[in-house]
C-alpha cells in the first residue's frame, strides 16, 4: 500500500534552516509528482513546492520561493524540502503528498503523508 | 486563482442533504478536487475533476459543476460526515485551496 512518512520537523528560532523528508513507499515513486503541502495552526491549506517525477521542474508559493527548495532522491524514494531563512509565519504542520493524473487528464491529490510539524519561535 | 467556499460555516443534523459551493475567480474548467479533513488528520480526496468519486469514497458523496461554480454534495448525512472539506483547483500552480467549510452536527 502507498505510504508516505514525513520527518525532520521541530522547534527552530527564526532565520535558523530545516530539512524536511518524506520516505516513500508502496509505488514507483519516480512516476510521480510530488508536492509539500503546509497548514498552519488552525488555518486552511497551502501549496508550498511541486518537483515533477524526473525533478526537472520545480514551482514554488511566492512567500516561500528563494527560501526554500524542494528536491527529489528517486534511487532512495524520497522527497525533501530544505527551509532556509525561516519565519514565524513558516510554522505549519508540513504534509508530503502524491499527484496523480489519470489518462483522461484529470488530476488530484490522491495519498498524503501523515505530516510533520514546523515550529518558529524565539 | 482564488477559490471561495461557502458556507464557512454548516450546522447540520444526521441525515440531512448538505450543500458546501466553492467559487473560482476565473475559469478552471474541471479541474477541482475535494477533501475531507478532521481533527489531527491529514485530509483526504473525496472527489476529482469536479464530479469523479475517489475509489472507495461513499456514494452520498457527489460533485458537480464547471467553469468557476463548483458543488460538493452529501446526501444524508452520517455521523463520520461531520468535518472540514475544502475545494482546490488543479488548473494551475500553486494548486490553492479554498479557506474550507466545517461542518458540525446540530
Known amino acids: 500500500q502507498v505510504q508516505l512518512v514525513e520527518s525532520g520537523g521541530g522547534v527552530v528560532q527564526p532565520g535558523e534552516s530545516l530539512r524536511l523528508s518524506c520516505a516513500a513507499s508502496?509505488?514507483?515513486?519516480?512516476?510521480?509528482?510530488m508536492h509539500w503541502v503546509r497548514q498552519a495552526p488552525g488555518k486552511g491549506l497551502e501549496c508550498v513546492a511541486f518537483?515533477?517525477?524526473?525533478?526537472?521542474?520545480?514551482n514554488y508559493a511566492d512567500s516561500v520561493k528563494g527560501r526554500f527548495t524542494i528536491s527529489r532522491d528517486n534511487s532512495k524514494n524520497t522527497l525533501y524540502l530544505q527551509m532556509n531563512s525561516l519565519r514565524p509565519e513558516d510554522a505549519a504542520v508540513y504534509y508530503c503528498?502524491?499527484?496523480?493524473?489519470?489518462?483522461?487528464?484529470?488530476?488530484?491529490?490522491?495519498?498524503w503523508g501523515q505530516g510533520t510539524l514546523v515550529t518558529v519561535s524565539s | 486563482i482564488q477559490l471561495t467556499q461557502s458556507p464557512s460555516f454548516l450546522s447540520a443534523s444526521v441525515g440531512d442533504r448538505v450543500t458546501i459551493t466553492c467559487r473560482a475567480s476565473?475559469?478552471?474548467?474541471?479541474?477541482l478536487a475535494w477533501y475531507q479533513q478532521k481533527p489531527g488528520k491529514a485530509p483526504k480526496l473525496l472527489i476529482y475533476?469536479?464530479?469523479t468519486l475517489q475509489s472507495g469514497v461513499p456514494s452520498r458523496f457527489s460533485g458537480s459543476g464547471s467553469g468557476t461554480e463548483f458543488t460538493l454534495t452529501i446526501s444524508s448525512l452520517q455521523p463520520e460526515d461531520f468535518a472540514t472539506y475544502y475545494c482546490?483547483?488543479?488548473?494551475?500552480?500553486?494548486?490553492?485551496f479554498g479557506q474550507g467549510t466545517k461542518l458540525e452536527i446540530k
Open positions: 476565473q475559469d478552471i474548467s474541471s479541474y
Open positions: 503528498l502524491r499527484e496523480v493524473w489519470d489518462s483522461s487528464g484529470r488530476g488530484s491529490f490522491d495519498y
Open positions: 475533476a469536479a464530479s
Open positions: 518537483i515533477r517525477y524526473d525533478g526537472t521542474n520545480k
Open positions: 482546490q483547483q488543479l488548473n494551475s500552480y500553486p494548486y490553492g
Open positions: 508502496g509505488f514507483t515513486f519516480s512516476r510521480y509528482g
